[in-house]
């Protein structure tokens, strides 16, 4: 399903059996921030 603002929602291209893992973890400093910011607001509308 895709979501307002162009995301898919409750997709996942991983086997059912792996552990949810965090690839990448932005920094607060610089432009990382907006990535941050974007990360968190996403995770936010997929709870929805």
């Known amino acids: ?28 400093q610089g432009s990382e921030s907006k990535i941050l910011d974007r990360l968190a607001h996403l995770r936010e509308l997929i709870k929805k």
């Open 1 to 28: 399903m895709m979501g307002q603002g162009g995301y898919a929602t409750n997709e996942s291209y991983f086997p059912d059996s792996m552990p949810e893992v965090k690839f990448y973890q932005p920094m607060t």
